[in-house]
Structures are given as structure tokens and as C-alpha cells.
């Protein structure tokens, strides 16, 4: 059986099942180009499947993209995603982790974050497409149309927000805390003058499945009952702890 656009359980040798999930440039929890030094998310599932003999194919595209091709079904799902982000996928009961999301500002600026989120004429950066938090993406949604939200796309947004703020070109960007200290690290950024004004608190995400997919409730079983497992548990906690600078 041979794997198309319309096939999405491919069998290879010794009948190995085949994943096919779509992610985007979230190191280092999602991270292609940088295999297993940067793509932590991808590894531990990866070896999680291996055990019942399905093999992980991950594909990187810009998250708007990602999430269209899971809706559309060209791919099997997200590799990550929070149940705003895709709504109409099939998501695993239990989390695969939690992410954090911090935000940050110029040091010349006064504001904090508090809830409820309140940013008066203050513009806010943020990546097209992203599930946050619902505080914030309920602020997105209502001011995606004005001035007061300034929305990249592509693998090089985050990079391109914390430029824009450190030139000042926007006030505040919010990013998950483990993602953006990535950035920083891997691309010998400069973050003298940049400030964290504010967590919200940790939130958890998710791995997420077409519904249409054949087996899809063979594979939610086999992935809620592996992301309980203790053991599992700690070492996803010592994959990520790799990348808390």
C-alpha cells in the first residue's frame, strides 16, 4: 500500500504503520531543521511509537499552513496544538506537556501584564495563527482589525518580533518562555533592553488527529495511555530541562 494524498496509514516493511503529523518552527519543542537537538516534542513521541511499531513522519510548515493541511486531511494531524489552535481535530485526551507564555517589552516601557489583559494603545506582536492562551487570543480576535496587533507568519516570526522590539516598532510580544530562550541562545541574540513583564500560567498542549483517520482511536489509546506513564513523564521533564537556560 503505498502512502498519497488520500492514504494516510502507509505500511512499510513488517507492516510498520506510518504517522504523518504537521508541525511549524517551534523550538526547541517542534524544531525539523534542527533534528533531534531541537525538535524535543518530535523525538519523544517518536520513540513512543517506535514501541508499537508506527514510525513518525513530521513535516515543518508555517502553523496557518500546518493547520489548514491537518483540516483539509493532506496530513494525519498536528504534531502539537491546543484545542483553540484546530478545532475541529480529534485531540488526546492527555497533554503532552505544558508551555508558557510570557510576555516581553522594551525596558523603557511601565507596563505589566495583569488579568484581564489590558493593553490600552499599546501594540501587541504576535505570530498569525497561534493558539496563546484564551485571554489573549480573545484579545487577538478582537483587535486582529486594528492597529493595536501586529501579525507575522512564517518560520522567522518570533526572531522577526524581538527585532521589531527591540527597535521599538512594537510595544509588547508575547511568546512561549522556553521558545523564546531558545531564540536567544541558538542565534546569539542581544536581548540587553528587552524585559519579561508577565506570565500567564502554564497551559497544556496536545497531539491532534483528523477524525476521518483510520484508526484514529487505535492511536489516541496508544498515546493517553503512554503520556501517563511515570516514566515517560520524567523524561520528557529531562528533555525539556536540556533547553531552561
Known amino acids: 500500500m503505498t502512502l498519497t494524498a488520500c492514504s494516510f496509514i502507509a505500511y512499510a ?30 523525538k519523544y ?43 475541529n481535530l480529534s485531540f488526546t485526551e492527555h497533554p503532552i506537556a505544558n508551555f508558557q507564555v510570557c510576555f516581553y517589552s522594551h525596558q523603557a516601557s511601565h507596563w505589566r501584564y495583569q488579568s484581564p489583559l489590558r493593553l490600552d494603545n499599546l501594540t501587541l506582536g504576535v505570530i498569525k495563527g497561534y493558539g496563546y492562551q484564551k485571554e489573549i487570543d480573545d484579545y487577538v480576535s478582537f483587535n486582529q482589525s486594528s492597529e493595536k496587533i501586529i501579525s507575522l507568519s512564517g518560520d522567522q516570526g518570533l526572531l522577526r518580533l524581538i527585532a521589531m522590539l527591540k527597535k521599538q516598532r512594537v510595544d509588547v510580544i508575547v511568546a512561549d518562555k522556553l521558545v523564546l530562550n531558545w531564540q536567544a541562545k541558538s542565534n546569539r541574540l542581544d536581548l540587553t533592553g ?21 484508526e484514529l482511536h487505535t492511536f489516541l489509546n496508544i498515546l493517553n495511555n503512554e503520556f501517563v506513564l511515570p516514566e515517560n513523564q520524567k523524561k520528557l521533564e529531562k528533555l525539556i530541562e536540556q533547553y531552561s537556560f
Not at 513518525?56 to 486531511?73: D, I
Open 13 to 42: 516493511n513488517d507492516n510498520q504503520k506510518q504517522l504523518t503529523l504537521a508541525t511549524t518552527q517551534w523550538c526547541p519543542y517542534t524544531c525539523v531543521s534542527q533534528g533531534d537537538k531541537g525538535n524535543l516534542i518530535g
Open 45 to 87: 513521541l517518536s520513540d513512543i511509537l517506535a514501541k508499537h511499531n508506527i514510525h513518525l513522519s513530521v513535516q515543518s510548515y508555517p502553523w496557518a499552513r500546518a493547520v489548514r493541511l491537518a483540516e483539509n486531511k493532506t496530513v494525519d494531524g498536528l504534531l502539537t496544538a491546543t484545542h483553540a489552535e484546530a478545532p
Open 194 to 214: 528587552i524585559r519579561n513583564v508577565g506570565c500567564t500560567a502554564a497551559q497544556p498542549f496536545y497531539l491532534a488527529l483528523n477524525s476521518d483517520l483510520p
